[in-house]
């Protein structure tokens, strides 16, 4: 008895739920309407706080070389430091060039 109830319960769900959702719109709430577009906001997005952080991140470690007064782990710290840094705005810069070059070369608009 109880599972015929639970698959009465189970198809009644199944077959009344579509009818009820049936109305109801939703609104896109992402505000680009397309891939490309979200896409491009979001290398945008990265690029701006790449902008923010590399510079911080190289002074830090041109403080760590300033005060390392000789000591190799603090030069290895701030040489290490420094590199990343660079290493990391490369590939932001490589990311958002790549997408322009892909864009001439393919001959269209990934992003708005």
Same mark, same amino acid.
Do not use: Q, R
């Given at each position: 008895?109880?599972?015929? $109830? =639970?698959?009465?319960?189970?198809?009644?769900?199944g #077959?009344s739920?579509?009818?009820?959702?049936?109305? +109801?719109?939703?609104?896109?709430? =992402?505000? &680009?309407?397309?891939?490309?577009? %979200?896409?491009?906001?979001? /290398?945008?997005?990265?690029?701006?706080?790449? /902008?923010? +952080? #590399?510079?911080?991140? /190289?002074?830090?470690?041109?403080? &760590?070389?300033?005060?390392?007064?000789?000591?190799?782990?603090?030069?290895?710290? *701030?040489?290490?430091?420094?590199?990343?840094? $660079?290493? *990391?705005?490369? +590939?932001? %810069?490589?990311?958002?060039?790549?997408?322009? #070059?892909?864009?001439?070369?393919?001959g269209?608009? +990934?992003? *708005?």
């Open positions: 008895m109880k599972k015929i $109830l =639970i698959i009465f319960i189970l198809f009644s769900l #077959v739920f579509p009818l009820l959702t049936n109305g +109801v719109d939703f609104d896109n709430p =992402i505000e &680009h309407e397309s891939f490309g577009d %979200l896409i491009d906001a979001i /290398v945008d997005f990265i690029f701006n706080i790449a /902008v923010i +952080v #590399v510079p911080l991140m /190289v002074i830090i470690g041109a403080f &760590h070389l300033l005060t390392a007064a000789g000591d190799p782990k603090k030069i290895a710290t *701030g040489k290490t430091i420094i590199i990343y840094t $660079l290493i *990391g705005l490369a +590939v932001i %810069l490589l990311a958002k060039g790549l997408i322009a #070059v892909l864009e001439d070369v393919l269209i608009k +990934v992003g *708005g």
